[in-house]
C-alpha cells in the first residue's frame, strides 16, 4: 500500500463549482501535512499547510481527519486559473525533514 | 530571489552515457533533495541530503549518485544512463519539513 493515497482524477468542473479532493495516508504517526499545486509541466509549490483545526485560506479549505488518516481539500467557485494537478503530502517519520508525496489529483476547470 | 535554480531544463543522452544534474539553492536552507517524477507514479525520492556532507538514500537511488558539494549545491549522477532514467528530475530544498521550493526541472530523455 502506498503511504498517500489520492483519487488521481481527473476531476473536470465547470467555473463556479465546488470541487473536493481526499487523500488517505498509511503512517499514523505523521504529524505534519500539505496540498501542493503542480501546474502543466511546472515544478510543485506549496499551496497550504493542513492543521488539526481545519484553515482555510480564501476559495481553498483543508481539513484533516486524524481518526480515519485522511485529509481534504475543498476548492469553491472554481476558476478556471485552479486547473492543476493537487498533490497531497504528509511527513515521513523514518527523517524529521522527509516527506512522501501523494501522486496527486488532476482537476481541469472548464468554462 | 532565484530560490532554487537547476541545469540543464532539458537533456537528451544515450544508453550508456553519463551526466551530471546540477542544483542550487540561495535560501540557506540545510535540506535537499532530488525527486523523479514519472506519470502514474507521483514524485519518488532519490537521494536527499540533511545536511552540507551528509547524503541518504531515498526511494529509488538505483543507478544514481549525489554530491553535497556545499550548503548551496546538490548534484545529482548517472554514470550509465538507461532507457529507464527517462523522466522529469526535481531538485528540492526545505528548512523543515514546512515549505519544499523546488526547482524547475530537467526533462531527460535517455535513447
Known amino acids: 500500500r502506498k503511504e498517500v493515497e489520492q483519487d488521481p482524477g481527473p476531476f473536470n468542473v465547470p467555473e463556479g463549482a465546488t470541487v473536493a479532493f481526499n487523500c488517505t495516508y498509511s503512517n499514523s504517526a505523521s504529524q505534519s501535512f500539505f496540498w501542493y499545486r503542480q501546474d502543466c509541466r511546472k515544478e510543485p509549490k506549496l499551496l497550504m499547510s493542513v492543521y488539526s483545526s481545519g484553515n482555510e485560506d480564501g476559495r481553498f479549505t483543508a481539513q484533516l481527519n486524524r481518526a480515519s488518516q485522511y485529509i481534504s481539500l475543498l476548492i469553491r467557485d472554481s476558476k478556471l486559473s485552479d486547473s492543476a494537478t493537487y498533490l497531497c503530502v504528509a511527513d515521513s517519520k523514518t527523517s524529521y525533514d522527509k516527506v512522501i508525496f501523494g501522486p496527486g489529483t488532476s482537476l481541469s476547470v472548464i468554462p | 530571489n532565484a530560490g532554487v535554480t537547476q541545469t540543464p531544463k532539458f537533456q537528451v543522452l544515450k544508453t550508456g552515457q553519463s551526466m551530471t544534474l546540477q542544483c542550487a539553492q540561495d535560501m540557506n536552507h540545510n535540506s535537499m533533495y532530488w525527486y523523479r517524477q514519472d506519470p502514474g507514479m507521483g514524485l519518488r525520492l532519490i537521494y536527499y541530503?540533511?545536511?552540507?556532507?551528509?547524503?541518504d538514500k531515498g526511494e529509488v537511488p538505483n543507478g544514481y549518485n549525489v554530491s553535497r558539494l556545499n550548503k548551496r549545491e546538490f548534484s545529482l549522477r548517472l554514470e550509465s544512463a538507461a532507457p529507464s532514467q527517462t523522466s522529469v528530475y526535481f531538485c528540492?530544498?526545505?528548512?523543515?519539513?514546512?515549505?519544499?521550493?523546488f526547482g524547475s526541472g530537467t526533462r531527460l530523455t535517455v535513447v
Open positions: 541530503s540533511a545536511s552540507e556532507g551528509t547524503t
Open positions: 528540492a530544498s526545505s528548512l523543515t519539513a514546512y515549505g519544499y521550493t
